[in-house]
């Protein structure tokens, strides 16, 4: 009987090869599409799933506001928090501090003649391996980080420095100051970690480790709380303690508040702004899984339209059969087997197809995707369970519909009707055109904002500017020499430095004003800048003079008494103050007891990304430390400049390795998450229409066979080439503009919820469906017409020579 089966099954296939290549081809790569977004849907639900103690482990979140000023909410807390509330609270088992040093860029690692860049170098207290155990490959988990100036080191960063042989004992410098000593070597973590190092250093080698301070916050904070801990009842007790002891009932309007956040929900859930992690977003988990199964879906839609057209072509061999004695059950199986079998070929073309696919989309989405993030045997069962799903799905109504032809009206030629199945037909092809052009339409769309952020204006100029990371600081003196040395190259335009870059600007301050009440206070961003910053950066004043050399002289006299300070406020945050941009200038001000007064009104620029409503800013004249230098290239001298900076460099900084990046590069780092989804929709859109315009094929192709006929005889009676085209196309037509007005208000909410996440947006226009439509009319006039002129073009001679 399988025999048979199989005997059968191959000469059917053989006999319609162009509709099996086509059924095979569009299942084949849907099922290939899926497994591949299934991969990098569940590699993002692993995040951090393999931590031993995940599920016991919070993250402390720092929440703070004053007045109406717009509340900050970040990742980062004070060094007291780790030690006060292991101390404090009953619950917490034990406490870690992360310090990353190369949060604001990479800094330089020196062993022997070896000299590199690393941006993943961490600081962390000797608990580290107690909350996070890692697998050693050498040294001893209890005792690598119990001393001050040790250092752990992954798996590749070992080989990269020493080779196969044993690292520990090596010394090695880091940021041209730590002298450290490797104690460990662990495996290295898988991609889906959002705690991320190459280089684990002991937190005591810090000045910092030995106070426990709140006045400033630049610690990561995760707490081990005991088994079964509530957190929602811990969390209460904290705000309590927060209450007591850092909140002034003296001032209600300001509040501060350490906030717990379950670690397993970081990565997808988090609000809080940090620099150790790209983090993702469980609203595009959410959109990825329905393009898979939508893709999925529109291959099984489209192979149930395939061999349902066909059924009719098949209608005289089911009659004959069944005069032969055939019995319907035989026949039902017989053609669920064949589905079963193409469903089985086009599984393993499409494992094929997403094996060849995983390093597109690794490199697409920044993270290393492979089977191997499914659990055991699940890929398997999987692909067991599709196989059964998709050969049911697809397989049993053509298989009923044609085991249950009747015989005798068959070979009458009564089932032979265009008509038949036309509705189902129908209703699939307007079910597939209708997720093709929600595809269409949310890809224009999110491209369309992507330009809009690419194009907007920031209120600074970052193109032309080229950065360079300054971790460890660099001394006025050195700056000024440095400035002066470039400045004298005609492919320098300008020279500048920051704290941090002005694209993302994360420090947090509180302001006053002598002309506010007792007790008033403001949140407000600062960034400390050399004076040149706001020309180099092409900001615009709207009142005020930018910074000159006595603002300089003045605040950074040795005496920090004596020091006084001027201050560039944006718009936002004279208006937060109540003040005319005319008037805020002379005002006395204090931020953080920095004494001095409002210089100049800088209009709003973008100092955060386009998610954020651009707030308060300060900018003050600060040559304490700075952690970006910024040139500015004249004209087209590119290759020139960047030559000229790099002898700077190697001149200054020996120990220093080269390295430079673009100010706008910074700027589009931010959007990462929404270009890496602007890219998938457009290239899971176009997989999408090819399917279905696949199908589309090769149903014209099926429906110009059953009305062969029908155009021979409208050809004699003197129909056009013209006219027998669109007589056969405007039926699909008319599916593309059903399917047009069934997705267009689908497609307006979903993309409408997903700008609401943009303080800055665009507007959707009504051309945007206009467009799609357009675009998915023509897509299927092309297809249809290339079968439909072939069929026009017959010779009517041939097509009635058998009447």
């Known amino acids: 009987m399988l025999k048979n089966y199989l005997k059968i099954t191959f000469r059917s296939l053989w006999k319609y090869k162009t509709n099996s290549i086509i059924s095979i081809t569009g299942l084949s790569i849907g099922i290939g599409c899926f497994l591949l977004l299934a991969t990098y849907i569940l590699h993002e639900l692993q995040y951090d799933k393999f931590q031993t103690h995940g599920k016991d482990i919070v993250r402390v979140n720092l929440f703070y506001q004053s007045g109406d000023s717009e509340p900050v909410y970040v990742a980062i807390t004070p060094t007291g928090v780790a030690p006060v509330f292991s101390r404090e609270f009953a619950e917490v088992e034990d406490a870690v501090r992360l310090y990353p040093l190369s949060g ?43 001393q001050p100036n040790s250092v752990v080191i992954d798996e590749t960063t070992a080989k990269k420095y020493f080779g196969n042989g044993s690292a ?38 810090l000045p910092r480790s030995k106070t426990e301070v709140f006045e400033s916050a630049n610690d990561y ?50 609000k809080a702004s940090s620099s150790m992690e790209v983090s993702g977003n469980y609203k595009y988990i959410y959109i990825l899984s329905g393009v898979a199964i939508l893709i999925l879906v529109i291959a099984c839609i489209n192979f149930i339209n395939l061999v349902t057209a066909r059924s009719a072509v098949r209608a005289r061999e089911v009659g004959v059969r069944k005069v032969m004695g055939a019995a319907r059950s035989q026949l039902f199986r017989q053609y669920l087997f064949e589905c079963g079998i193409i469903t089985i070929s086009s599984i393993i073309v499409g494992v094929i197809i997403s094996l060849l696919g995983f390093p597109a989309l690794s490199n697409l989405t920044g993270s290393i995707l492979s089977f191997s ?94 950065v360079l990371d300054l971790s460890t600081g660099i001394s006025s003196g050195k700056l000024a020499s440095i400035k002066n040395e470039l400045l004298n190259n005609s492919s320098v335009e300008a020279v500048t430095a920051s704290y941090d870059s002005p694209v993302s600007v994360q420090g947090g301050y509180m302001i006053t004003a002598k002309d506010k009440p007792p007790g008033f206070n403001m949140n407000i961003t600062a960034i400390p800048v050399e004076k040149d910053f706001v020309t180099t950066l092409g900001m615009k004043l709207a009142a005020g003079e930018n910074f000159n050399e006595t603002d300089i002289l003045q605040a950074t006299k040795d005496s920090v008494e004596l020091r006084k300070y001027a201050f560039i406020l944006n718009e936002s945050a004279v208006k937060a103050l109540g003040w005319t941009n005319a008037a805020a200038i002379g005002k006395s001000v204090n931020m953080n007891g920095r004494e001095g007064e409002v210089k100049a009104v800088a209009k709003d620029f973008h100092f955060r990304s386009l998610h954020e409503k651009i707030g308060p800013i300060a900018i003050i004249p600060e040559y304490n430390y700075f952690g970006k230098m910024m040139v500015k290239i004249s004209g087209d001298k590119m290759p020139e400049a960047v030559k000229v900076l790099e002898e700077t460099w190697k001149t200054n900084f ?64 003197g129909a056009t080439a013209s006219g027998i085209v669109i007589l056969l196309s405007k039926d699909f037509i008319k599916l593309m503009l059903i399917a047009l007005v069934i997705a267009s208000p689908l497609a307006w909410y979903f993309m409408n919820q997903w700008l609401l996440d943009f303080a800055y947006r665009i507007e959707i226009n009504y051309w945007v469906f206009v467009l799609a439509g357009i675009i998915a009319v023509a897509i299927a006039l092309f297809t249809v017409s290339f079968q439909s002129i072939k069929a026009a073009l017959m010779n009517p001679v041939k097509s009635l020579k058998s009447e």
């Open 373 to 466: 993030v499914w659990p055991t045997y699940s890929v398997s069962l999987i692909l067991v369970i599709l196989a059964i799903l998709v050969t049911l799905l697809s397989g049993v109504y053509p298989a009923a519909v044609l085991s249950g032809f009747e015989p005798i009206r068959v070979l009458q030629g009564k089932v032979l009707s265009r008509n038949n199945g036309s509705g189902l037909r129908s209703f699939l092809v307007v079910s597939q055109f209708t997720v093709s052009l929600l595809f269409i339409i949310g890809t224009i769309i999110a491209n369309q904002q992507l330009s809009y952020i690419q194009n907007k204006n920031l209120g600074m100029n970052p193109s032309k500017i080229i």
């Open 654 to 717: 020996p120990l220093r390795p080269f390295e430079y990046h673009f100010l706008d590069q910074e700027f589009d780092e931010m959007y990462k998450s929404e270009s890496r989804v602007s890219k998938i929709l457009g290239l899971f859109s176009s997989i999408t229409i090819l399917i279905s315009c696949l199908g589309l094929f090769a149903l014209v192709a099926f429906i110009s066979q059953q009305r062969t006929k029908e155009i021979g005889i409208r050809k004699v009676l």
């Open 168 to 205: 520990i004992g090596k010394s090695v410098k880091i940021a041209e100051k730590y002298d450290l000593q490797v104690t460990g070597v662990v495996t290295d973590l898988p991609s889906y970690s959002h705690i991320k190092f190459n280089w684990l250093a002991s937190y005591s080698t």
């Open 221 to 270: 904070t995760y707490l081990l709380l005991k088994p079964n801990t509530d957190v929602k009842t811990l969390q209460s007790k904290v705000d309590g303690y927060v209450n007591k002891n850092l909140n002034n009932p003296q001032d209600p309007s300001s509040k501060v508040r350490l906030e717990l956040e379950e670690f397993n929900r970081i990565h997808l859930y988090s």
């Open 104 to 146: 604001s860029g990479a800094v330089s690692v020196q062993y022997e003649d070896k000299l590199f860049n690393e941006k993943k170098v961490v600081f962390a207290d000797s608990s580290f391996f107690r909350i996070f155990p890692q697998t050693f490959l050498e040294g001893d988990i209890k005792t690598a980080l119990s």
